[in-house]
């Protein structure tokens, strides 16, 4: 049993800031993404990527759509130096993308940094430090003074370095790790510091990154430390603020949603949020919520499976099967009741109109996912679910009764066999059933004829394994194959009939459906038969309706 935390944790306090203004404020536009897969994702890594999966990657995310990425921490390892060298020397950097590359604030760190970037078109250093208690006290040993000493002597060398290399235009980041838990006012301190010494204009911007490194607290109290920031940095017209959540506490989505409300105009994340510990900000949930709200991310993710799949094949990581927009099954309903709502909602939604399908807040299709998955049979499903796939699949359209017919069969299978159901195996449950009938009475074939002012029918039927010749006369084929069948069969009534086309083409196929009780039980049970007459169709399902009044009597 958990021991009781009180004695142990501790609330992080909240920001005293009531001049918040986030919770009445909407996001409107998406703000400037930057991908630190190559960084950030590939250190969390058990095996970290190799060059080719690294470029295979790179490749992806600016074909998504990102101008910024932050490729590698090139003083780390000679592999992530190469690697910065390989996209620059052999030109595989898109005019429009900027690369991005980390740096501790260190001098010689931060030395061959630069160097690793010498010959870019763009480039953007990325220098950290910690600022928190914590840190100053237990890690760096260090005062806030020489704190902030190390960050401002940090960006003076960067932009030192930056000089001798005119040919490049150099943006400079600047990260307060740990800044969550670290004193705003200390805060705003360093970023001021950071900013004046870099010498930021509107035309020269500073990146302010404030990261949730380890996430701490809420999501409410983050984007009051963001507003708080927004509102009390100098140069706020010279800064790009930007934001990089983890999701220690789970929350880091909802945290990035709010940073952006409070003044955030940059986040940092990886594709499905792969950073260190539990990750950091997932970036497509971030940009397909926004999606969702009817704002373009300026990422494009119209096939989502292929980004999924480069990206599964490159950080050799799993994407979860339930992961929001992209797992697997995350269109796919197995509960009966939501298989229903979606099935009506399938038949009301229009073309042209709003996007409006019960438990599915968003179109597979607009993600390159076809419809085929939304429904899927087990043990939980529904009659909704089983008709949606038989009709979007075979295009049998089940009439309500049969539905709740069908949906009893098919329970009994998956109790008796487990698991899903695929498709295919619920069509043959549903031919099995229906269609492939021959015992007692299988249909051999038949004639019309025209009688008076209605019809007669010559029907040849085999019956327990003897041939029956019979005749019938009707007000139409079907009363008079009614007709024909109760000269040697007595004790079944028709109580429904319906029809319908398969598809739309001249040669499509006909389905009838027909609603049957005993004489003495009011149980129904339907018959259906399927034929490119509907004629023949409409006496395939009379004898499939008799031989299931007769597996249900015996």
């Known amino acids: 049993m958990l021991q009781n935390p009180s004695s142990k944790y501790r609330p992080f306090p909240p920001v005293q800031f009531a001049e918040r203004q986030w919770p009445n404020r909407v996001i409107t536009a998406p703000p400037i993404w930057m991908s630190t897969d190559l960084r950030d994702g590939n250190q969390a890594l058990f095996e970290p990527m190799n060059a ?13 759509g990102f101008k910024e990425i932050e490729v590698a921490f090139p003083s780390a390892s000679q592999t992530d130096f ?36 010498k010959g870019a078109r763009r ?30 002597s940090a960006v003076r060398l960067v932009k030192q370095l930056a000089a001798d290399h005119p040919e490049t235009e150099w943006v400079l980041e600047y990260s307060l790790e740990t800044f969550t838990a670290t004193e705003l006012d200390f805060a705003v301190e360093i970023c001021d510091a950071v900013s004046a010494a870099w010498g930021a204009t509107p035309g020269n911007k500073i990146i302010l990154n404030l990261p949730s490194s380890v996430e701490v ?30 999701n220690d506490r789970g929350t880091a989505v909802a945290a990035a949603e709010l940073a952006v409300m409070a003044g955030a105009d940059r986040v940092e994340g990886c594709l499905f949020g792969n950073g260190e510990r539990t990750g950091n900000v997932d970036i497509v949930t ?3 919520n926004l999606y969702t709200q009817g704002i373009a991310p300026g990422l494009d993710f119209s096939d989502i499976d292929a980004v999924a799949r480069t990206f599964e094949q490159c950080t050799q990581l799993p994407i979860h099967p339930r992961h929001p927009y992209v797992g697997d099954l995350v269109f796919t309903a197995f509960s009966g009741s939501h298989q229903d709502a979606i099935k009506k909602g399938f038949a009301a939604q229009q073309p042209d109109s709003a996007w409006n399908v019960p438990y599915l807040p968003f179109d597979p299709a607009d993600l390159g996912r076809s419809y085929d998955s939304v429904i899927r049979i087990n043990s939980q499903s529904g009659k909704g679910g089983i008709a949606h796939l038989l009709e979007s699949q075979y295009g049998v359209v089940l009439p309500r009764r049969l539905q709740v017919e069908f949906s009893g069969v098919v329970q009994q299978h998956t109790d008796n066999h487990g698991g899903e159901i695929s498709a295919a195996e619920l069509w043959r449950l549903f031919s099995r059933t229906y269609l492939d009938t021959v015992n007692p009475v299988r249909y051999v074939e038949h004639h019309l004829f025209e009688h008076g ?8 039927l085999e019956i327990n394994g003897a041939v029956h010749p019979l005749a019938g006369e009707g007000n139409g084929p079907i009363d008079a ?14 109580r429904d009939y319906q029809e319908h086309a398969m598809s739309r083409n001249a040669d499509a196929r006909a389905c009838a459906f027909i609603a049957m009780t005993q004489a003495d039980d009011h149980r129904e049970y339907y018959g259906v038969g399927i034929d490119t007459n509907i004629v023949t169709a409409s006496i395939k399902a009379l ?12």
């Open 52 to 64: 080719e999966h690294k470029l295979r990657l790179f490749k992806t995310l600016c074909e998504i």
């Open 82 to 117: 190469d690697f910065v060298r390989r996209l620059i020397e052999e030109q595989r950097i898109p005019d429009d993308v900027s690369i991005e590359v980390l740096s501790h604030a260190r001098e010689p760190l931060i030395r061959r940094t630069v160097e690793s970037l």
């Open 123 to 152: 480039a953007i250093v990325h220098i950290v430090n910690a600022t928190s208690k914590p840190f100053r006290e237990l890690v760096l040993a260090m005062s806030k003074a020489e704190v902030l000493e190390l960050a401002v």
């Open 217 to 246: 607290t809420t999501p409410n109290v983050y984007a009051d430390q963001i507003e708080w920031m927004h509102r009390h940095i100098a140069r706020r017209d010279s800064v790009i603020l930007s934001v990089h959540p983890h």
């Open 286 to 288: 971030l940009a397909l």
């Open 453 to 460: 002012s209605g019809q007669g029918l010559r029907l040849t």
């Open 481 to 494: 194959a009614v007709h024909a069948l109760q000269s040697v069969i007595t004790n079944f009534k028709v």
């Open 543 to 554: 004898v499939s309706g008799i031989n299931r009044l007769a597996i249900s009597a015996g």
